[in-house]
Nanobody
Framework: QVRLVESGGGLVQAGGSLRLSCTAS????????MAWYRQAPGNERELVAR???????DYADSVKGRFTISRENAENTVYLQMDSLKPEDTAVYYC????????WGPGTQVSVSS
């Protein structure tokens, strides 16, 4: 059973930075896509950034130039470096991975105060 474990959420002031991490364990198949989604109260879950093996990362327009997604393939770990955070970035951030099936992490809260 594949398990995604996230860490790095928290409370930060506007303009600050946070780094999220997510490690996928238990997969005997290649993890070809890893991504971060977020969901704010009352909103639908939305894609923040994704990285596919062999391709350049994709970002939501709202985070381009502020967030950076990266991956350590050997450890099936994906990172999300979030800089210049804004109050509207406040949400629960979910790790997502695609291997034989697709998997979600439990989510980590990111709160940005003004």
């Amino acid at each position: 059973q594949v398990r995604l474990v996230e860490s790095g959420g928290g409370l930060v002031q506007a303009g600050g930075s946070l780094r999220l991490s997510c490690t996928a364990s238990g997969s005997s198949f290649s993890i070809n896509l890893m991504a971060w989604y977020r969901q704010a109260p009352g909103n639908e879950r939305e894609l923040v950034a994704r990285i596919i093996t062999g391709s350049s990362p994709d970002y939501a327009d709202s985070v381009k130039g502020r967030f950076t997604i990266s991956r350590e393939n050997a450890e099936n770990t994906v990172y999300l470096q979030m800089d210049s955070l804004k109050p509207e970035d406040t949400a629960v951030y979910y790790c997502y991975a695609v291997g034989r099936h697709y998997y979600w992490g439990p989510g980590t809260q990111v709160s940005v105060s003004s």
